[in-house]
């Protein structure tokens, strides 16, 4: 019995040392839904960025007018890439 419960341990600590391994080497976003049923979005920062659908849908309807802000405010902002 120990010796399933070393063996299962082992298996859980690889899952969780490769998903470190992928988050830290930024390959991407990922999207999930929430146990609240929202949608996140990792990969952007430390934290996830979390938004429920409707809110998704008035930020992604605002796309343009973001892009347009950024575009004007460009020397003000700051970057991490």
């Not at 949608?39 to 659908?53: A, E, I, N």
């Not at 973001?66 to 575009?71: K, R, T």
Request: zero cysteines; charged letters at 25%.
């Amino acid at each position: 019995m120990a010796v399933l419960r070393n063996l299962k341990a082992d298996a859980e600590l690889e899952a969780l040392r490769a998903e470190v391994e992928r988050l830290k080497a930024g390959k991407g976003l990922s999207l999930k839904v929430s146990q609240k049923g929202a949608v996140s979005v990792y990969g952007l920062g430390r934290w996830p960025v979390t938004l429920y659908q409707g809110q998704w849908a008035s930020l992604l309807a605002m796309a343009d007018d973001i892009a347009a802000f950024i575009e004007e405010h460009r020397a003000e902002l700051s970057s991490k890439d």
